[in-house]
Structures are given as C-alpha cells and as structure tokens.
C-alpha cells in the first residue's frame, strides 16, 4: 500500500502492461508538444517579439512625443489621434491609468510597433480581437504588427498598476 | 524515549507525540487561514459580480492581495508542514528528528504570515500577490513573506533530517512508502523555491525600505515567477502524494506499480521546476529559445510525469475496487465506489478538476504562442483555481477527514455534513473554474475592479454573455463557500469538542 | 505487485485517460486555429 514500505526494492518492481503503453503514448505527445513551438515559430504568423532593446522612460517619451507631433491629425479626450504611414514604426505609451496616442492603422498593413511604459508594468490587451501583450517599464517590445480586421478597438489594461488600474482603457481605429 | 510514543489503534503505527503535537497546530493555523481567505473570496466575487459591486476598489485590491496571500501561501504551506511530518515521522514509525525545529520554523512562518497580513491590511501594499516592481508594498510585506519562507525551508530540512533519522535507527524495512517518496520530492522542490523566494524577496524590500536602488522590472518578473510558480510545483507534489495516500485509506488501494509512480515523482523533482516564464511569454527581454525550453519543463518530461500520475491514481482506485468484486463491464468499479465516503468523493472532484480543468488549460496557456490569448485574462485565475484549489486544495480536505481521527484522535462530528460537504465545494469550484475560463476567452481582464469601464475615457462592453458568466461565478463561489464554510466548522468544531477515539 | 488477473486490468481507467488525452488533443488543436485567426505578429 501506499502508506506503508513497497515489499521489494521499489525499483526492482516491473511495469504493468497498460501503463508501458499509456506512457509510450504520453511520450510521444510530449515530444509533440515540445517540437510544436518551435515549428509553428516557422511557419506560424503569430509569434512574440524577437527583438526588444532596454529602454529609459524618458527615451521612451521622448520617441514618443517625436511620433506625436510628425504624424498627429486630431484629439480626441484630450489625448492626440495619430495617422501613421504604412510600414512605419508606431508607438503606444502606457503610464498611469492611460494608452496614447490613439492610433489610426489601416487593415492588412504592417507596422512595425513600440511598447513600453514609463511607470508600473502594464497590460496591453486589445478588444474585441481579445490579445494580451505584457508592457514592462525599461523595456521596448517590439512587434511587427498587421491588423487582419477593421473596426473601433479598445485597448485595456489587464496588469494591475495600481488603484486607478480599471480606468486605463485606450482607443485605436482600424480602417 | 518510549513515553514519548504512543500506538496507533487503527494502524499499529507508533506515533511520536511531539509530531502529533506539531501536526496539529499546523493543520489548526491551516485552517484558520482558509477560513480568512474564503471570507475574502466572497467579498471579491460579489465585487467582480457587477451586478453586485460589493467593495470599493482600494479595498477590492486590497483584498484581493490578501485573498492569495492567505490562500496560496499560509493555507496550502501550513498544511503542506503537517503532510510533511506526517510522513515522515508518524508513517516511519520514527521520531521527529528535533522538535525544537520544528516550533521554530512554525513560530517564523506564523510570524511572517501575520506580519505581512498586517502590511497588507495597514493599506500601503496594495501590491498584489506579484507585487511587480516598480509597485511598492511596505518593507514589512517582503520582510513576512522571507521569514516565512525561512521558516518553511526549516521545515523541510526537517524532514529529510527525520528520513535520515528512521534509516539509520531502522524504524522501518526496505523502502520508504510511496506517499513519503512523493512528499520528498515536494520538499526537494520546495526547499529551493523557497529559498529563490526568500533571496529575490530580500533586495526587493531592501529597495522598498529605501536602501538600494530599484531591481530591472523585467528581472524582477522573472525572479518572482521562478517563486511564485514553482511554489505551486511543490503544491502539486504534495498533492498527489495525498492522492495515493487517499486512494489507500478510502478503497485500500495499492500503487499498480511503484516503479512507475515513484518514477513520476522523480521527473518532477528533476523538471517541474524549471517552468516559471508561463507568465512571461508575450514579454519583452527573453528570448523565444528560452521561453520554449523553460515553459515546456525542459521536453514537457513534467508534463509526463502528470500524465504517468493520470494513470496511476485512478488505476489503483479501480484495481483495489476490482478486486472487491465490482469486475462488471467498464466502470462498475466506479458506480459502486464508496462516494458517501467524504474523502473519496473529494479525491474524485480534485484529480478530475486537476487533469481536466488545471492540466489542459495549463498546457495551452504554457504555450509559447498561445499565451496571447489568454495572457492576465480571467482564464489564467480559471486554469489556477483547478490546480490549486480543486487540485490542492480538495486533496487535503480529503486527508483532513483522516487526520481527525488518526492524528487529533477524535470522531469527525456531523458526519452527514461531512458527506455532502466535498459535493458543494467541488461542484461550486468547478463552477467557478469553467465559467472564470469561459469568461476570460471573452478577454475579461482579471484582477479588475470595473469591468463596465464605467470610469474610464473609452467605452466597451464585454456583452451579456459575460454578464451571465459573472452571475454564474458569483452562484459557484457561494456554493464553494457553503462547502468551505462547512469544512471548517467541522474541522474545527471536531477539534474542540469531538469524542475521543478508543479512550 | 504480482501480476493482475485479467477481470482486475484497469480497464475502465484506460479509458478514462484516452478521453482525456482526446480531450487535450482537440482543445489544442482548437487553441491554434483561434490564434491564426488572430492579427499577424512577429
């Protein structure tokens, strides 16, 4: 039994047949899964950023002011409205308790885009696509991104930053 | 020495009554702890439940902090030192090999827990269970949280130095039963995840009590999780030890083969607790090799070793069943099993609620690409509510019904209650399980006060189906609760006040 | 442990653990054909 001591070296106790097949087949789902990443990471077009670089908050900022001002077109709630070109690097900015800019992309095209935080860690978690992306302060996560459908997205945040956290809530416009 | 024993009528084991003694106040604070983390839960889905609201968000945070605090660390951890001694010492046959250590470690791991509870509840830490830099929690909440870690590895080292104690005086033959062996492995994991926690946790109050600059965010991310989710690898470990230990007590079950357990246990030792980037895989700053190799547990060999434990428990259920004559068809071993018996039902309910809900769901949110979908939504407290409170949480409700009786020597009191209380708690938090994974493939953020967005700038509404989900959260928590409460009314009230066994 | 007799073989768990192995493979399959449907990252 098990709360007692096994009657002979428990090593020396031979495997039942069903369990020689159920672990023949657990080892090869395993395998399965451990080789299943790395190749969806070829041939799948959904992948995590391979390339992020250390980043002060202020260079940060300051990048993303830069980005403000060249590609503004309106304000909406205070916060600038930007227009980007097509394959352009994009910024978004997450600090206590917003996102900006607000982002216009169009459908198809890629952008090449910039996450970062100056403050706390923060969750960038679009809807109703419903995807997370982690934003860590010192940190640019670089996505190449290409939005696949149009329309109005929210942008929350879904990593606690403190006790206004459930009113950083973010806008981008997909057309 | 002798009068130092005493012989169990049930088993014929001799117990060591200082063990005993520190069994028993482990299980007590156990339970204590549980009994405040279950209160808070109600609090925070009745908050969650929009249609309720119950906390003001400071205090929603707060409590929530707290929720996993009591729950993750001083329930599952104080219980996890009774197990400990419990198959060591009392299993063995031997002497607790110094009590005094063992009050030590209790008195540190008491102090620390209240000393960050009142951190917690002071209202400077609302930092939550991660406490992410660069958020800041009083220095207190750091300083608890290493002493308890410290007491808990004092813990620990009890037990291996209790093994080495029983060998050398010969207390028993051959080797060590199965349940010790899985508890080895959960201390071996948990002496080195505690002590990370205890090394990482340290700068980080030196940098909160403003004597050393702030550690890399990032960094940080990745200490934390090398504690945080490795801790709940010696929750699993400990786990299914109490799932053999259960199978045995409930239907006298015996393992189909030790080699094959035994060699589950030792993969988990070696690998189970390498994974800690499941929390970190659409961050920046790790590279994707990297994220591959720790997330799968080096070749998903832990993941087998899960799979190997998916066999064997329910196999040595059936075989011992079988041999009782229930041989008809497929499953009339398990029509027939004994379900009125509290411990066998709740062993059910958690190796089910753990393969099922925890284990599947935990593969796809491990996995490198797919964790966009799920990253910090509600199917993340979904999945860890199956492992950890299903899963754990269940199993040692189920050995408490047996720790009654063996340990504190009293018959279980209001033993219809006893009977139907795992059927509450377990249908209510697999309710809670599924419907908080339902919701959250909605993209429902989890730990968030608001989700009307009833404050913020922007517009967006989750829709009805997730209205209904809540509500259905909130029915399945109240159950849970109903079954939660009841446990520990009669843990406690068995404790106080139930009849002596055999005196 | 002596080797089992056949009316005692764990039968009905091989089975229980096939449905839950089939149950994992289809919910992983599932999980990728949501993440392709995704916006494209990388």
């Given at each position: 039994?098990?709360?007692?001591?096994?009657?002979?070296?428990?090593?020396?106790?031979?495997?039942?047949?069903?369990?020689k097949?159920?672990?023949?087949?657990?080892?090869?789902?395993?395998?399965?899964?451990?080789?299943?990443?790395?190749?969806?990471h070829?041939?799948?077009?959904?992948?995590?950023?391979?390339?992020?670089?250390k980043?002060?908050?202020?260079?940060?900022?300051?990048?993303?002011?830069?980005?403000?001002?060249?590609?503004?077109?309106?304000?909406?709630?205070?916060?600038?409205?930007?227009?980007?070109?097509?394959?352009?690097?994009?910024?978004i900015?997450?600090?206590?308790?917003?996102?900006?800019?607000?982002?216009?992309?169009?459908?198809g095209?890629?952008?090449?885009?910039?996450?970062?935080?100056?403050?706390?860690?923060?969750g960038?978690?679009?809807?109703?696509v419903?995807?997370?992306?982690?934003?860590?302060?010192?940190?640019?996560?670089?996505?190449?991104?290409?939005?696949?459908?149009?329309?109005?997205?929210?942008?929350?945040?879904?990593?606690?930053?403190g006790?206004?956290?459930?009113?950083?809530?973010?806008?981008?416009?997909?057309? | 020495?002798?009068?130092?024993?005493?012989?169990?009528?049930?088993?014929?084991?001799?117990?060591?009554?200082?063990?005993?003694?520190?069994?028993?106040i482990?299980?007590?604070?156990?339970?204590?702890?549980?009994?405040?983390?279950?209160?808070?839960?109600?609090?925070?889905?009745?908050?969650?439940w929009?249609?309720?609201?119950?906390?003001?968000?400071?205090l929603?945070?707060?409590f929530?902090?707290?929720?996993?605090?009591?729950?993750?660390?001083?329930w599952?951890?104080y219980?996890?030192?009774?197990?400990?001694?419990?198959?060591?010492?009392?299993?063995?046959?031997?002497?607790?090999?110094?009590p005094?250590?063992?009050?030590?470690?209790?008195?540190?791991?008491?102090?620390?827990?209240?000393?960050?509870?009142?951190?917690?509840?002071?209202g400077?830490?609302?930092?939550?269970?991660?406490?992410?830099?660069?958020?800041?929690?009083?220095?207190?909440?750091?300083?608890?949280?290493?002493?308890?870690?410290v007491?808990?590895?004092?813990?620990?080292?009890?037990?291996?130095?209790?093994?080495?104690?029983?060998?050398?005086?010969?207390?028993?033959?051959?080797?060590?039963?199965?349940?010790?062996?899985?508890?080895?492995?959960?201390?071996?994991?948990?002496?080195?995840?505690?002590?990370?926690?205890?090394?990482?946790?340290?700068?980080?109050?030196?940098?909160?009590?403003?004597?050393?600059?702030?550690?890399?965010?990032?960094?940080?991310?990745?200490?934390?999780?090398?504690?945080?989710?490795?801790?709940?690898?010696?929750?699993?470990?400990?786990?299914?030890?109490?799932?053999?230990?259960?199978?045995?007590?409930?239907?006298?079950?015996?393992?189909?083969s030790?080699?094959?357990?035994?060699?589950?246990?030792?993969?988990?030792?070696?690998?189970?607790?390498?994974?800690?980037?499941?929390?970190?895989?659409?961050?920046?700053?790790?590279?994707?090799?990297?994220?591959?190799?720790?997330?799968?547990?080096v070749?998903?060999?832990?993941?087998?070793?899960?799979?190997?434990?998916?066999?064997?428990?329910?196999?040595?259920?059936?075989?011992?069943?079988?041999?009782?004559?229930?041989?008809?068809?497929?499953?009339?071993?398990?029509?027939?099993?004994?379900?009125?018996?509290?411990?066998?039902?709740?062993?059910?309910f958690?190796?089910?609620?753990?393969?099922?809900?925890?284990?599947?769901?935990?593969?796809?949110?491990?996995?490198?690409q797919?964790?966009?979908?799920?990253h910090?939504?509600?199917?993340?407290?979904?999945?860890?509510?199956?492992?950890?409170?299903?899963?754990?949480?269940?199993a040692f409700?189920?050995?408490?019904?047996?720790?009654?009786?063996?340990?504190?020597q009293?018959e279980?009191?209001?033993?219809?209650?006893?009977?139907?209380?795992?059927?509450f708690?377990?249908?209510?938090?697999?309710?809670?399980?599924?419907?908080?994974m339902?919701?959250?493939?909605?993209?429902?953020?989890?730990?968030?006060?608001?989700?009307?967005?009833?404050?913020?700038?922007?517009?967006?509404?989750?829709?009805?189906?997730?209205?209904?989900?809540?509500?259905?959260?909130?029915?399945?928590?109240?159950?849970a609760?109903?079954?939660?409460?009841?446990?520990?009314?009669?843990?406690?009230?068995?404790?106080?006040?139930?009849?002596?066994?055999?005196? | 442990?002596?080797?089992?007799?056949?009316?005692?073989?764990?039968?009905?768990?091989?089975?229980?653990?096939?449905?839950?192995?089939?149950?994992?493979?289809?919910?992983?399959?599932?999980?990728?054909?949501?993440?392709?449907?995704?916006?494209?990252?990388?």
């Open positions: 039994m098990s709360l007692g001591s096994p009657e002979k070296y428990w090593w020396d106790e031979p495997l039942d047949k069903d369990e097949t159920w672990v023949t087949v657990a080892i090869v789902w395993a395998i399965f899964l451990t080789l299943y990443m790395p190749y969806k070829f041939t799948g077009k959904q992948n995590p950023s391979q390339e992020y670089t980043v002060s908050g202020d260079k940060f900022d300051a990048a993303v002011d830069k980005f403000i001002a060249q590609y503004k077109v309106g304000e909406e709630k205070g916060l600038a409205v930007v227009a980007p070109p097509p394959n352009s690097d994009i910024f900015r997450g600090q206590q308790f917003k996102w900006d800019p607000i982002l216009k992309l169009k459908k095209v890629q952008y090449k885009l910039h996450l970062s935080s100056i403050d706390m860690n923060h960038f978690s679009v809807q109703p419903n995807f997370t992306i982690q934003v860590v302060p010192g940190y640019d996560n670089v996505l190449n991104i290409t939005p696949t459908t149009s329309g109005v997205f929210t942008i929350i945040c879904n990593e606690y930053c006790l206004g956290h459930h009113t950083m809530v973010g806008r981008m416009y997909v057309d | 020495m002798a009068a130092e024993f005493r012989k169990c009528p049930t088993t014929g084991l001799m117990v060591h009554l200082p063990a005993q003694a520190l069994i028993k482990n299980a007590v604070t156990s339970i204590v702890f549980l009994l405040i983390g279950g209160i808070l839960a109600l609090t925070l889905i009745f908050t969650r929009q249609a309720v609201h119950l906390l003001p968000p400071d929603f945070y707060r929530l902090t707290l929720h996993g605090i009591a729950m993750l660390f001083a599952i951890v219980f996890e030192v009774a197990v400990l001694y419990f198959t060591s010492a009392v299993l063995l046959n031997s002497r607790l090999a110094a005094w250590a063992g009050w030590l470690g209790y008195v540190l791991m008491t102090v620390g827990a209240l000393m960050t509870t009142v951190a917690i509840l002071a400077n830490s609302d930092v939550m269970f991660t406490s992410y830099v660069p958020l800041k929690a009083s220095p207190l909440y750091y300083l608890g949280i290493v002493l308890f870690a007491g808990a590895i004092i813990a620990c080292v009890l037990f291996f130095a209790t093994l080495a104690v029983a060998k050398h005086e010969k207390t028993y033959e051959g080797s060590v039963p199965l349940v010790t062996y899985g508890a080895a492995a959960a201390a071996i994991i948990a002496i080195g995840t505690l002590a990370h926690g205890a090394i990482f946790y340290i700068p980080t109050g030196l940098w909160a009590a403003g004597v050393i600059p702030m550690m890399d965010p990032e960094a940080y991310r990745l200490l934390f999780w090398g504690f945080g989710h490795s801790t709940q690898q010696i929750n699993v470990a400990a786990m299914i030890a109490c799932w053999y230990a259960l199978a045995t007590l409930t239907v006298g079950a015996q393992p189909v030790e080699k094959f357990s035994r060699t589950a246990f030792v993969l988990y030792a070696l690998f189970i607790n390498v994974a800690s980037e499941h929390h970190l895989l659409w961050d920046p700053g790790i590279s994707s090799a990297h994220k591959m190799w720790n997330t799968s547990y070749l998903h060999l832990a993941v087998l070793a899960s799979m190997m434990h998916a066999f064997s428990v329910p196999a040595c259920v059936e075989v011992a069943l079988r041999k009782k004559g229930y041989t008809k068809g497929l499953f009339e071993w398990l029509k027939k099993a004994p379900w009125g018996n509290p411990s066998f039902s709740t062993l059910i958690s190796v089910a609620g753990f393969g099922f809900l925890g284990g599947i769901t935990g593969i796809m949110y491990g996995t490198e797919l964790n966009i979908l799920g910090n939504s509600l199917r993340v407290p979904g999945h860890f509510h199956a492992t950890v409170v299903i899963g754990t949480s269940m409700m189920g050995l408490t019904y047996y720790v009654l009786p063996l340990i504190f009293r279980v009191m209001f033993p219809t209650a006893a009977k139907l209380q795992p059927y708690y377990g249908v209510g938090m697999w309710t809670v399980s599924i419907a908080m339902f919701v959250g493939s909605f993209g429902v953020p989890r730990r968030h006060w608001d989700i009307t967005l009833a404050d913020a700038p922007f517009q967006y509404s989750f829709g009805p189906t997730v209205d209904l989900g809540m509500a259905i959260t909130a029915l399945g928590a109240v159950l609760l109903i079954g939660g409460a009841m446990f520990c009314i009669i843990a406690v009230a068995t404790v106080l006040a139930g009849k002596k066994v055999n005196q | 442990m002596s080797e089992l007799k056949e009316e005692h073989r764990p039968k009905g768990t091989l089975v229980l653990v096939y449905f839950f192995l089939a149950v994992m493979v289809i919910y992983y399959w599932l999980s990728w054909k949501w993440l392709s449907e995704l916006w494209l990252f990388g």
